[in-house]
């Protein structure tokens, strides 16, 4: 099956002209340079017992990069630019399907949770983190890429 797919590429780029050959290349090369993914710094005043509640509580695949210092991988993200009179800090929400059994987990683990606020866009939640920050959690309304 292999060498087929080779024959019909190999066919393909045979069979289009220069041109569109060239513009294939810079397609094919402007791709291997598109973002991968997202990279979330979370600031914690207490590192070890929040890593302990991303790994733990909400088990999020990790990886040591190195001297404990660990990264979490995350479900898949989006992202949404808003209407501001000026630039300024960033957000970061978790989302889930279902926010009141999120919550009654978290409350099962011990996780305190701010009370659910019904927005036009969805269900949200603050979780405290274990050293002392909030979390935002939201069941989205919206459609989901």
Known sequence: MGENKKFSMFTFLHVI???DKI???HL???ISIMITGAHSIIYSADTGA???FFKNVLKFPNVDAGHDWLIFGLPPSE???HPSSENGPHEF???CDDINLFVE???AQGVACSPVAHQRWGS???LTLPGGGKLGVYEPKHPRP
Do not use: H
């Open 17 to 19: 002209a220069i041109k």
């Open 23 to 25: 513009r294939l290349l």
């Open 28 to 30: 094919l090369k402007s």
């Open 50 to 52: 929040d890593k302990a």
């Open 79 to 81: 992202i949404a630019v």
């Open 93 to 95: 929400y978790l989302l």
């Open 105 to 107: 987990e978290m409350s």
């Open 124 to 126: 949200v939640t603050q």
